[in-house]
């Protein structure tokens, strides 16, 4: 099946990525994940790297291969990348070029033939934010395809949009895109 990279940001929906990352596996998929810092005080590593059976990366200056450059080759092998969750500073930072952690260096050197998907989670005054759609808006010009949050209660209490979509949705939007790329 398809070789897929999930990153995962500082979200408390960042716990769902388990889920995910299972739900990928038992499709028969490789999923390697990416973490930013914030996403560590959600979910722990391990927890991913045992569902995914592959090295969690979180650190862009560790290079574990000596003789590669980690975040592009991550992305030369990929046929998939997902950031669910995404947050509002993640998307930001993608959409403005920052290249300062795992996730955003890893997608911003991504061959421009890779899928890209973005599954948002954030509270809906943060979401509907000007500068996110903004943000949301340039990041489908590079071809990122947004999978819409849903509305529900959210962590904080206040119930609008902004909830991680359901996995179901996911790993259908994930489906369809790979089925779109082998036509």
């Known amino acids: 099946m398809a070789h897929i990279l999930l990153a995962v940001t500082g979200s408390i929906a960042s716990y769902k990525a388990a889920d995910l990352v299972n739900g990928l596996k038992k499709q028969g998929h490789e999923v390697t ?15 991913l790297q045992v569902l995914s059976q592959n090295h969690v990366h979180l650190d862009v200056m560790k290079e574990p291969y000596p003789d590669q450059v980690n975040h ?15 947050t509002a500073n993640t998307i930001a930072k993608l959409a403005h070029g920052f ?18 998907l973005l599954a948002p989670a954030m509270n809906t005054k943060m979401y509907d934010h000007p ?13 990122y395809q947004i999978i819409s949050p849903k509305e529900s209660l959210l962590a904080c209490g206040d119930y609008g949009r902004g909830a991680l979509a359901n996995l179901a949705t996911i790993l259908e939007r994930i489906k369809e895109t790979l089925n779109e790329q082998t036509l």
Not at 33 to 47: G, H, K, S, Y
Not at 99 to 106: I, L, Q, R, W
Not at 131 to 140: F, G
């Open 33 to 47: 994940v990416l973490m930013t810092e914030a996403a560590r005080d959600f979910i722990q590593p391990l927890t």
């Open 131 to 143: 500068a996110t759609q903004a943000n949301l808006n340039t990041l489908e010009t590079y071809g």
């Open 99 to 116: 290249a300062d952690n795992m996730v955003t260096s890893t997608a911003l050197a991504l061959p421009h033939h890779v899928p890209k």
């Open 72 to 86: 592009i080759e991550l992305g030369k092998r990929t046929n998939l990348f997902i950031v669910a969750p995404a």
